[in-house]
């Protein structure tokens, strides 16, 4: 269902489908706190920010970040957030871009705008149009630091909540 959503094969309420995406994030919220207090590292691909940012960039009446965001208010939150930073036209020279209701220039940068109002200082802006082993020295010298960072002890965070 998700995949033909994200296709453009169906249609369906978009807050429907965000509070969906949400319920699926919450699902595995004990399996996540389970895995990080036995020491385990998590790498989440779209978390929650990603889900809020393309809801919000649609501009529907009572579908704002605000409330894009309290569906998952209270969750886990990402110890740093890598944003790969890709204009629209870069990301089109690339394969496959297109083929997704969301990969059009005018929607991208509704997107872009939302996770740029997302961003706090746990976010590490990473340029994306470098090679692939630019891109991932970069990941994993920052990633090394986090993880040195959360051994040392730093409490897990929640979501949108003050801590």
Known sequence: MINAYLKGDTETDDAAMHLLFSANRWEKRKQMLEKLEAGTTLVV????????????????????RKWCQAPDEGLPAPDVVFFLNLTPEQAAAR????????ETTEIQARVRAQFDALQDATWRIVDAARSVESVQAEITDEAERVLARCAAGVPLETLWLPN
């Open 45 to 64: 691909d779209r978390y929650a920010h990603s889900g809020v940012a393309f809801t919000a960039a649609k501009g529907l009446p009572g579908l704002d």
């Open 95 to 102: 394969g496959g871009y297109g083929s997704e209701r969301y």
